[in-house]
């Protein structure tokens, strides 16, 4: 049965959406950016739109932010729960600021199911800034986190020393995901948890293509590979439009078939605190073993 997650992060709201856009408050910051996935009509007035700091506007082909007075805020703080902190920023042109809230289901459930005694080995693809990483490191895991973005790697150590968990073993590692996970694959390592949340399209750092419906399946299989005796872990998560949340559990049932284990699926969404209306962001599928 398909199972809906919604937003759980204190600090974050969705005040609105509609036309394509959406109206967010990040611990205190009101933005607006584009939303592919908002096809409706918004229902506060838009003087409540007018009232955000910062608005990203991708209608034209220079795409960028447009700030209230011209000026663009501070970088700041969003605080998940008492257990990490991640730092906020508006970027040149992209309109990512360092956090996707609509995972918070994810990070409660890593945070709340400890770590099986005789594993510790957790490897966080396609990390980003380094939320799941740093609610794995929280919960008592030892993380390998791999992300393609020197920028996006930095901040997730930023993130670590915002977060007091400078002395949680951590291993950032810069690296194209499929090669890593090849690599792994060659040196016999294993891990007992896999995290994988793979854009529809990127590059590695040194150019290397992502394309996620050619190159996840056999990502999959190496991750099979890695996945330890003891292991009992894996969440994939899939913004890509055309995908669904089938695919995702078809695409982890088949990656762990040959150890038992049960598979949950569904979407990540947040509810808007305008109406009761929920927002669909993400796909999801989870593998887990007692
Ligand atoms: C959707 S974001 C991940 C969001 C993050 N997991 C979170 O919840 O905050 C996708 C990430 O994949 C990275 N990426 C893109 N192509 C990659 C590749 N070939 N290998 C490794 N990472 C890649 C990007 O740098 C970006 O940080």
Redesign the pocket.
Known sequence: MIELLMNSCPEYSLLDSGNGKKLENFAGTRIVRSEPKAWWKPLLPESEWRKAVAVHDDDTRNANWHFRGGKAPEPWVLNFRDAFSLQLRFMDRSKQIG??PE?SPHWDFILNHPVPAGTKKLL?????????TLAAARAGWQVTH????KP?VAWGRRNQELSHLEKAPIRWIL????KFCQREVRRGNVYDAI?L???AF???PAG?L?KVERDLPPLLENCRQLLSPKASLMIL?L?TIDASSLLCKNLLEETTRRLGGNVTYGELATMETAGNRPLPLSLWAKWRRD
């Open positions: 956090v996707f995972q966080n693809l396609f990390g980003y800034t380094g939320a799941a791999v992300d393609a973005s996006a690296e194209d995901a499929s995290l949340d793979p854009p990127g590059r590695g290397e992502w998560t913004y």
